[in-house]
């Protein structure tokens, strides 16, 4: 199968080229940047000397892309419509990592994006790879819009408690915590190591545009309307997200039914491991493995649900779910060039 | 003035003797600790190497602790109650930064630390350092029991917005980070540089025991009785906490309210900065001095006002805020031997 | 095949097991730690959860440890002397990645050691695993003696510099830094993440036990006898090591031959990256890969050849170097189990 | 007294205005910036909020800045002596943390910087700022350029072992580790965190700009010609920088002569502490202070003297010894607006 990367010079686009490079099914793999067209891969990212030995190009016209059987989007927000448009919806695969066909509702898009989407007359056709949860339908899809970083952490937590009947009230609280290489390989001051380290740094409070995608697709989901309130924290270490979770349990619901939801939904998942009630999971678990790790707790005085869900933000929050799909999506083993251990 | 620190071996008793090393008024200083008796301080504080010549010393009898006029007792929660029972509640100035004196009613103080109060007949006479909400209180004050460090963030955000009429409903929930010198010097292998590092732990996500001082407190300052649902985490840090708080306005008060309220309690402190709505603090902006930092911002949409309270844990947090109720108690400058510049 | 693991309970036993536990050519994995006997493997390293269903079982007899077909040691020194004593010599392949068995002089053991060995009136029978270097004699060997971390860093950089006729001088400094898994899980308040982190500790600046093993194998590989000062120095990261080594070239020789003999030596090798002269390696290029990195520079005013080796302490540095040593013993692939890419 | 600061922008120039900001002989403060002009100091350094009520002005002619007592410039290479000129030499006193007037020769400085100096055909009139070792030449001086970060760590260890009698020989090796803050604010991706963060990082090793300020000054206060072979690593923290030596002690020469030069050199110094041979500084017991802290140890089996040499490299390394040379130009208390303690 041949792949193609566009946009291979951010920390997504990079991993996603160190798994793809390492996949038995993909036999040809290019990746384009305009900003290193040119340059080997691995002068900017060496941890993979030796073990890819590609050069970026430049950006080519769609017709090229077109030549391709799956392609990876990685590009920053707003740039992939105008790509998957030269592209063309009947042409190779395509799974998007930005957050352009996260919505079906371009109206939601406009006001969590400022702008207007270039679909906004036509139906977003895309799914919603959140692989766990919308198996079915990724099964054999050909456009794919993979999730957000925070929004796997926080949806792969909640959706089960949501289905079918909702066990927990619909006031969600989320403290997110992320690791710096969430912030891309943005050349800003509080990126720098001298403001990150040493530091937490709370940001964007209200508004961050994960939110309209977890509502959005929490509904999409499961049919519940949820208000969430959520805080994202830069902390100083590379990879990694713990989501920690504030919610209540409906009426005459008890957390053992927290533990059936869970056990339900990811008994046999290989990627999303469960803990007992009152386990609580960490970001070291996860790092360098594409799984998602979630423990709960219910603190009975406050009447308040604890969830901790874990995962390592550039592999199952963006490019390892990306390849996860990319093999529920052409039928191949689901595990295939995904890292199931942390480095620890 | 002849002050005592008991327990000066670990992090909280060793910033208190860096502190009062340098301190005008105390002429004279004196440091105990069983377990490094006979050893030097700048041994093993090498950060403080010609600043402070002391040795350490044995504890000695209360009889002989009579003999300062302030002892300063930071040693572990239980061991307090027992050298105040030996030194007598007629004698030297206490200032106890263990948890010990911290709730009035010995019940709750036996649910949360799960051992009966030696003093558990007699009246609680020790005053609350929470300095800048209980001032009056401290002055002239011979016994006085120093918050706990998340107690010292939380409480000074949220006293101001229950106290007189509550403009908050009762039902909070914070969210905590702590810099690793938080746990103090324990030989735990939880506190490993190789476990701590390029990880965040939630830990002891119910009845951990500041709950009880956080609820209790509020109530003693405020006459409102709140429910809190705390979770405290670890993050890769030296020094420093950020509390992120989630509370509701209550019916009809409005969020310019809680700037009023803060610029009431605050607007003159030499120590608590509230930011402008909007503006958030963040962990470098207070290190390596005795300020809190509070900023705050509404989440219309959820109807969530988001408060983030930072401060030095071993400062305003223990230590610092000890030497601060020292100085109110006797009558000195209140910032005298303070740091007010954070190290950037 | 039936591997054991005795004292898995460490970093580098764990590692070990991380890594024969994916290991195509060991059906059957067992793992043994006193300390940890009866728990869960994955309880105290849960970056394996799901992966390594394995309980710690006690240390059992010399008798029983015959039965599998190859066994590690991750003992401390001096443990190790007394397992293979047990065992003994015509049992199962041994591979000891502790001190033990790294000198063929056992007065040497003695000096650096301070305490007489097990074996003295024997010879040592057992290969020095430096797998690139000693390939030949490791094929088919049957007891191994993995090498330190520090000297796998410095002999590869040093090794092909001094073979057949040396082209360096023999008196050779090295600074090395390691991240602080290389101390492994000892309870001492020196590594403690309060204590590492923002710091930078040299220790042992003489007499660290390695500059022995690296002396005596740099003889024995090469037959040239070096004197080495080396000063390793704890710098605040999980994992790596980057050793600075700084010699001079022999009388006509010139940096030229720096390149050529490394080429002769690394240039088919699937671990050993050496790259063009004045290209230097970082930490993060190797961290997580079981390779080591080298680069070189020539100060021509100062007349310094500056040599820079990197690779992960706990891979190639201690079990990645073991499972490779067990892939020669048994003609396995070289490379199976084992990860070429670096996380990044 | 008046004082200005031109280039307060960065971290130098902004520790500088934390200093001065508190310094009892400063009694009116302006800092200057291009890039930062209009701005509130304490928006870019909030942790001098309440502190440092200064806003930012943009750079004045030289005629306007004629006007202050003192100037201190904390520019890039290169602006520092524009801004001499337009100043004038007979103006106020001029501090300069710049490498403008750190040579005597300005040939020395094209080969180093690369560029003609613009007062080649003049005589250099500023003093080497290097307190402690030029104390008699910096009295009343009206010029005076503060030595490099590395440079104070290096030669405060190495001149009392040259002047006069050399008891070292003239061959030398340093590497150097630095916190990140030594790179300044400037946007290049390998300061982010993500580059820095669990990495070491070697880099120029060769032709540091700073080797030729080490052996030109070395010359000008010992008479000696040294021969320096310097490696400055990038390490994961915020400030500190850790120098460690190797150099022979001379023929006939003994370690008990080390601690003589250094006891004879620094035993009245409060800004520079020697250890007893054999005790070694870290970072951490310098961050935070103007202290310089110097330990060494003789590694007799390989003929090595090893030295370590400790500072704060935003302090002692540039900000604090501007403040210490100022106070030592005007007659104040040297120790004055300085501080001694660490942080710890």
Request: hydrophobic letters at 35%; a negative charge.
């Amino acid at each position: 199968m041949r792949g193609a990367i566009v946009g291979a010079s951010g920390y997504s686009g990079a991993e996603l080229t160190r798994l793809l490079a390492g996949h038995q099914k993909v036999s040809e793999l290019e990746i384009f940047s305009n900003s290193l067209a040119g340059e080997m891969f691995d002068e900017h990212y060496p941890n993979m000397a030796g073990e890819v030995g590609l050069r970026y190009q430049k950006v080519p016209e769609g017709i090229t892309l077109r030549g391709y059987d799956v392609v990876f989007l990685a590009t920053p927000a707003g740039a992939a419509m105008s790509l998957v448009r030269d592209i063309g919806l009947d042409g190779p695969s395509i799974i998007d990592l930005s957050a352009d066909f996260r919505y079906l509702d371009y109206g939601l898009y406009k006001f969590w994006y400022g702008k207007d989407h270039l679909f906004q007359n036509e139906e977003n056709k895309f799914i919603y790879g959140l692989t766990e949860l919308n198996r079915e339908a990724l099964r054999g899809a050909r456009l794919v819009s993979n999730p957000g970083c925070y929004p796997t952490s926080i949806l792969l937590a909640l959706v089960p408690l949501l289905r079918d009947e909702a066990i927990i009230e619909k006031e969600v609280i989320s403290d997110a915590k992320s690791g710096v290489s969430g912030a891309g390989r943005k050349l800003q001051e509080e990126y720098l190591f001298y403001r990150c380290n040493e530091n937490i740094v709370p940001y964007r409070p209200i508004r961050h545009s994960h939110i309209g995608e977890m509502e959005h697709q929490t509904y999409n989901l499961t049919g519940q309307d949820i208000r969430l309130s959520f805080t994202p924290h830069l902390v100083p270490l590379n990879r990694g997200i713990l989501s920690t979770i504030y919610c209540r349990l409906s009426k005459d619901k008890d957390v053992a039914e927290v533990e059936e939801r869970y056990s339900r939904s990811y008994g046999e998942e290989p990627f999303v491991q469960v803990l007992q009630s009152g386990r609580i999971p960490n970001i070291r678990d996860v790092v360098g493995s594409n799984n998602c790790r979630i423990g709960y707790i219910y603190d009975e005085r406050a009447g308040i649900l604890k969830i901790f869900s874990s995962l390592d933000n550039l592999l199952k929050g963006a490019a390892g779910q990306a390849v996860q799909n990319m093999n529920v999506m052409f039928g191949f083993p689901e595990t295939e060039g995904l890292p199931r251990q942390a480095l620890g």
